[in-house]
C-alpha cells in the first residue's frame, strides 16, 4: 500500500475523531448497549506513580498482558509487531533501539545505549543483556523522547518499562498456554499464583521458545535458530496496614545458532570483483588524482537472497542470565510514601558469530562477555490528583564488565587469531538525585511541572590488547603472558562526569477527557573511552506540545504529539583499523521534527479499528567520519592540508528514520451462542529508511508492508481460548542490518534480514 493510501486512512481516520458529536443530546440517543462499551483504562508508572494513560503527559504507548500474548512478543525484538514506530536493528548478537531517529551507534564496552530499559525498575544497560525474556507480564510501557529527569542517564530516546504479573494476595489463579508453528516452532508459557494466607502471595512462572532456523544455509545448516528457558520466582506482601514488598528471581538461558548474516565480497586489494560495480563507485576526493581509484560505494545497489544462501559455519550464541529484584513501599502519613526499588543482575556470553557471510568462513568473531549490575533508587513520593504531587530521590548504579574477544581466521594453517583484546575490568558507576513537583495553578484545569536531576559518572578499565604481531595459533594469547610480542597494556583515561536535566512542563485540562500538554525536556547519554581517547556526553533538548482526547463515551480516542530536537554531540564510531578497532568521537548534531497521531475507534460492540500515523523529519546537521573505499578506510578528506580532516556527511538521514510508519488494525467478534470468535486484522507500513549514517544506497531499506492476522475463540468466561494466527503474511524479510566492511583486504557488503512468514495454532487455559 503507497503512502498516499496510508495517509487517506489517515485523514479519515483523523476526521472521525474530530467531528464526532460529543453533546449530551448525541450520547442521550446513543443505544444503551454502545454506551457501556467505552474504551478501558489503563494504569502506567511512566511518572512512577500509577496515573492513567489518558492523563499522563507524555507520548506513550502501553500494552496489556493479553496483548503481549496474542501478538506472540516473546523478546526485545518482537515490540516492533505492537509499537511500529520503534526501530530495532539486530547487529549481530547486539540490540539497538531506535526510538524518533534517535539512537547509539556504538556498542563498544564503555558505550552505553540511548534508550533506558527498566524490569521492574531494575536498570538495564548492555546491549546483549536486551535478549531479557519477555513472559507473565501486567504490561509493557513506551515512552517517546529524553526521560532524563526521573530517568536519568541514557534516556535520550525515552524508557522502556517492562512490568511483571506480581503476586495478587488472596487469589490462587494461573494460566498455561502452549502452540505450534511453521519452523517446528514450539512455545509454551506458565504461570500459578498461590496466596499464603491473607497477607502474602507467591507467584511461580516460565517460558519455553524454540525454533528450526529461518534461513537454509547448506551445507553449514539452518540458520538463526531459536532457544530460550526463562523462569521467576516471586513473593509480594503486606505485612502490616502501610508496608508493601516486592521481591522476584529471574532465570534466562538462551542458546542458539549465531545470527545467519548474508555477505558478498565487492573488491578484493583494491580491484572489483565484478567490472559493473564500477558505475557505483563515486569518487571520495574527485579533486585529488591520488584518490581516483580510491572510490566510495555510495550508488551500488544488491538484490540479495533473503531465505537461502550457503554458510560455511553457523556460529552459536549463549547467554545465562541471572537476575534478583526487589521493592519496598512504606507510607509514612501524611508525608507520603518512601520507596526502595532495586536490582542485581549477573549476565554471561558465549558467542561465535562469523562474519563474511559466504562460503569459506573467512572470519569469525569469538567472544565472551559477561557483566555484573546493580541498582538502587530511594524515593519520597506524595500529593494526589489537584494538588500539590513530588517527588524526590536518589539512584545508584554499578557496574562490573569482563570481556576477551578476537578475530579468528580459520582458513589459516590450523586456524589462527589476528587479534585478540581483554577488558579483565570495565567500571562503571553513577550517583544521581532528582526531584520533580507538580502545582496547581488551576483547580483541576491547569498545573506546572517542573523537575531536575544531577548525575555523576564515573567510568575506568584496564585495556590489553593483542594486534596482529602476536603471533599466529589457534589458541588466544593469555592474559598476562607479557612475552607475547604486540601486546599493549594500559588503563584508558578515566571518565569523571557530571551532567545537569531537567524538565518544565503544562498540562491543561479544558474537559472531561481531554488534555493539552507542553514541555522541554533534556536528556543525555554518557561519555565513555576507547583505545584512542576519551569523548563527551551526547545532549538532548527536546520541545514538544500533545494532546489526548476522549469522544462519544470514551468510544472514540484520539492522541496526538508534534516535537522538534536539538541533538548534540552525537557519539560516532570511527573505524581504524584491526590493532585498535574504532575510535568514538563526538562529531554529530541532528535536528529532528515530527507529528504522531494515535486514533481507536469502537464503532460497535464488536468492532475495535485502530490507527497510528507518525511522520518524521530527521537530518545529520553535523556527521564527520571515514569512509569505506575499495582499498580500505579513506581517512583525510583533503590530503594538501596538514592533519585529518574527516568526510562531512551532513544533509544525511539518521539511521532507522523513516518519515512515514503507520499502522493499521481492525478487530470483529462473532458470537456464536456463548462463544466469542474474534477475527484481527493489524498492517504495518514504513516508508523508506537507511541502516547505517553514511545513506549508501545498498545499505538502504526500501518501504515495506507487513500484515498479522489471527483468529481467537474463546469459551465463555474466557477460561480457555484456541489462537490461529499468521504473521508478515507478506514474508518480507527487512534488513535488520546492512553494512559495509573492509577486513583482510575484502570490502564486503553484509546484510542481516528480520523474521519471515510465521504461522501456527497456540491454546491457553486459564484458572
Known sequence: ???????????????????????????????????????????????????????????????????????????????????????????????????????????????????????????????????????????????????????????????????????????????ATGGYGNFEAITGEAAINIPLGDKVAIRASGMHTEHDGYFNNAPAGRGSAGNTDAARLSIYAEPVEGVRAYLAGEYVDVDTTGVAQYGQVIAVNGVLTNPAYASGIVDAIPSTPQFENGGVPRNLRFDPPKKSFPLGDLGFTRIKQYAVRGRLDVDVGSIGTLSYIGGYRNVKSDVSQPLNGFVPTIFIQNYEKNSKTQSHELRLSGGDKGGVIYQVGAFYFHEDQYMAQGLFLPLAAGGSYLNYFYRPYVKNKSLAGFAQVTVP????????????????????????????????????????????????????????????????????????????????????????????????????????????????????????????????????????????????????????????????????????FTLTANYLNAKLTKFQANLLGLSGTLTDSDPNTPGLQPFDLSGNRPVQSPKWTIALGYDHDFHIGDHKITASLFSRFKSDYYLQPGNQLAERQEAFTQTDFSLDWALPGNKFSVQAYVRN???????????????????????????????????????
Open 441 to 608: 495553578l488551576v483547580e483541576d484545569k491547569l498545573s506546572v511541572t517542573g523537575g531536575m536531576r544531577y548525575t555523576k559518572d564515573k567510568k575506568n578499565a584496564l585495556f590489553i590488547n593483542y594486534g596482529p604481531q602476536f603471533g599466529r595459533g589457534p589458541t588466544p594469547p593469555a592474559q598476562d603472558d607479557t612475552t607475547r610480542p604486540g601486546r599493549v597494556a594500559f588503563n584508558p583515561t578515566p571518565l569523571d562526569d557530571g551532567q545537569f536535566t531537567w524538565t518544565l512542563g503544562f498540562d491543561y485540562t479544558p474537559a472531561t477527557d481531554h488534555l493539552i500538554y507542553g514541555k522541554v525536556s533534556t536528556g543525555y547519554k554518557a561519555g565513555g573511552f576507547d583505545n584512542v581517547g576519551t569523548f563527551g556526553a551526547e545532549k538532548l533538548t527536546s520541545y514538544e506540545i500533545g494532546t489526548k482526547n476522549s469522544f462519544l463515551d470514551r468510544t472514540i480516542q484520539f492522541n496526538a504529539a508534534a516535537f522538534y530536537y536539538d541533538y548534540k554531540d552525537q557519539q560516532i564510531p570511527i573505524f581504524l583499523d584491526t590493532n585498535v578497532g574504532a575510535e568514538v568521537v563526538n562529531a554529530g548534531a541532528s535536528r529532528v521534527w515530527g507529528i504522531e497521531t494515535d486514533t481507536t475507534i469502537l464503532l460497535s460492540s464488536n468492532d475495535r
Open 1 to 175: 500500500m503507497t503512502v498516499s493510501r496510508y495517509a487517506s486512512f489517515l485523514m479519515v481516520g483523523t476526521a472521525a475523531a474530530l467531528t464526532v458529536p460529543t453533546s449530551a443530546k448525541a450520547q442521550e440517543d446513543a443505544p444503551a448497549r454502545e454506551q457501556s462499551i467505552g474504551i478501558g483504562e489503563i494504569i502506567v508508572t511512566a511518572q512512577k506513580r500509577a496515573t492513567n494513560i489518558q492523563d499522563t503527559p507524555i507520548a506513550m504507548r502501553a500494552f496489556n498482558s493479553e496483548t503481549v500474548l496474542k501478538a506472540g512478543v516473546s523478546d526485545v525484538n518482537g515490540l516492533a509487531r505492537l509499537a511500529p514506530d520503534l526501530g530495532i536493528t539486530n547487529d549481530t548478537q547486539y540490540t539497538k533501539i531506535t526510538v524518533r531517529g534517535i539512537s547509539s551507534q556504538d556498542h563498544g564496552e564503555t558505550a552505553d545505549p540511548a534508550l533506558t530499559i527498566n524490569i521492574d525498575g531494575e536498570y538495564i544497560n548492555r546491549p546483549i543483556a536486551l535478549n531479557a525474556t519477555f513472559f507473565d507480564l501486567e504490561r509493557i510501557e513506551v515512552l517517546r523522547g529524553p526521560q532524563g529527569t526521573l530517568y536519568g542517564r541514557n534516556a535520550t530516546a525515552g524508557a522502556l518499562n517492562i512490568v511483571a504479573a506480581k503476586p495478587r494476595l488472596g487469589e490462587f489463579s494461573g494460566y
Open 729 to 767: 503474511i507478506e514474508d518480507y524479510r527487512p534488513y535488520a542490518f546492512a553494512g559495509y566492511v573492509n577486513a583482510g583486504g575484502q570490502l564486503l557488503i553484509n546484510y542481516v534480514y528480520g523474521t519471515p512468514r510465521t504461522y501456527g495454532i497456540r491454546g491457553t487455559m486459564r484458572f
